[in-house]
T-cell receptor, first 114, second 113 residues
Framework: DTEVTQTPKHLVMGMTNKKSLKCEQH?????MYWYKQKAKKPPELMFV???????INESVPSRFSPECPNSSLLNLHLHALQPEDSALYLC?????????????FGPGTRLTVL | GNSVTQMEGPVTLSEEAFLTINCTYT??????LFWYVQYPGEGLQLLLK?????DKGSNKGFEATYRKETTSFHLEKGSVQVSDSAVYFC????????????FGRGTQLTVWP
């Protein structure tokens, strides 16, 4: 089983709202990732967690706040977003963060900021 | 630095045609190479991978060979189907970059019946 699940599938929020995206995997993977994907573009890396510790933050604005409560769960807390933050947010996981470890992606959350 | 260059799309083919999507890369050392596919409205799915030179990845009739001498990982399929219509991303990953995937721009494939 190589399934990564994400909820919700769609999210519409105003610029003053606070919301969270959730990602879950039960493959025993120790590395988890958040990506942002705009239409007709490749995914852009936002954050990497390795063994529940944040190892990469790609200079993401503080209105995005990641959290890894345990090895199976990854959250992305959203606050005071801008319309340009509207995108598909993808979660991925891999065994570890070695070059040979395949990243498995979830279906994504399509976020619209009004 | 690390980068991936994919052929420009879109690519439009008739069913049962031969498909090639070119991918070349720049990287130091020995990266792993991947092809991911994204169907409309969905996330990325791993299509195939190769972790060392001369490895051939294959899945669902798609193949790609890791060519270090030409720094290439071209995707091929002998006979495409309408259901293959999707966006295809070539990507590389190096361990020294903590699992960071470097993606190509993506190639939109449309197959007509």
């Amino acid at each position: 089983d190589t399934e990564v699940t994400q909820t919700p599938k769609h999210l519409v929020m105003g610029m003053t709202n606070k919301k969270s995206l959730k990602c879950e995997q039960h493959m025993g993977h120790r590395a988890m990732y958040w990506y942002k994907q705009k239409a007709k573009k490749p995914p852009e890396l936002m954050f990497v967690y390795s063994y529940e510790k944040l190892s990469i933050n790609e200079s993401v604005p503080s209105r995005f706040s990641p959290e890894c409560p345990n090895s199976s769960l990854l959250n992305l807390h959203l606050h005071a977003l801008q319309p340009e933050d509207s995108a598909l947010y993808l979660c991925a996981s891999s065994q570890e963060d070695r070059s040979t470890d395949t990243q498995y992606f979830g279906p994504g959350t399509r976020l619209t900021v009004l | 630095g690390n980068s991936v260059t994919q052929m420009e799309g879109p690519v439009t083919l008739s069913e049962e045609a031969f498909l090639t999507i070119n991918c070349t890369y720049t990287a130091t050392g020995y990266p792993s190479l991947f092809w991911y596919v994204q169907y409309p409205g969905e996330g990325l799915q791993l299509l195939l991978k190769a972790t060392k030179a001369d490895d051939k990845g294959s899945n669902k009739g798609f193949e790609a060979t890791y060519r270090k001498e030409t720094t290439s990982f071209h995707l091929e399929k002998g006979s495409v189907q309408v259901s293959d219509s999707a966006v295809y991303f070539c990507a590389l990953q190096r361990g020294s970059t903590l699992g960071r995937l470097y993606f190509g721009r993506g190639t939109q494939l449309t197959v007509w019946p």
